[in-house]
């Protein structure tokens, strides 16, 4: 592969505080030959360094997380990287959480039960800069 098609790859950072999760979405990430997993954090305590670090275009990002609460860590990567985009992914599954996903500057939003091609469906859409909300039941996703 020459650099620049690797170049062209959309890179992700997973934000998981399991370890197990993170390993396997980013050797997922790694098979998806338009996709590169720039590593994982287990909490959301660096994540701005990491993301001004290694540049992501997503930021895959678990909601129950060690540091700071995830949705502020979220908003404030949404201000000072714009082009790093937010997709949560998730197990939880309350009322208003997708508003509350877009308030906070994320793009998207997937359920961990809905597995890689959905996770992939979002990462895809989201760095094409389109919002992505299609984990989760209709009803929710809708402003």
Request: aromatic share 4%; glycine share 10%; hydrophobic share 45%.
């Amino acid at each position: 592969m020459t650099s620049g098609a690797k170049d062209a790859r959309i890179k992700v950072l997973c934000v998981d505080d399991d370890a197990d999760v993170a390993d396997v979405l980013s050797r997922a990430i790694d098979a998806e030959p338009d996709m590169e997993s720039v590593g994982f954090l287990p909490s959301t305590d660096h994540l701005l360094a990491a993301v001004r670090d290694r540049r992501p275009g997503i930021i895959l990002l678990d909601l129950n997380l060690p540091g700071p609460d995830a949705l502020d860590s979220m908003a404030e990567a949404a201000r000072e990287y714009p082009r790093s985009r937010s997709v949560v992914l998730t197990s939880r599954d309350a009322p208003g959480l997708a508003e509350r996903i877009m308030d906070a500057g994320g793009w998207g939003l997937v359920h961990k039960q809905h597995g890689p091609a959905v996770v992939f469906t979002a990462i895809r859409a989201v760095a094409e800069g389109r919002l992505h909300f299609g984990g989760v039941p209709p009803h929710r996703g809708a402003r």
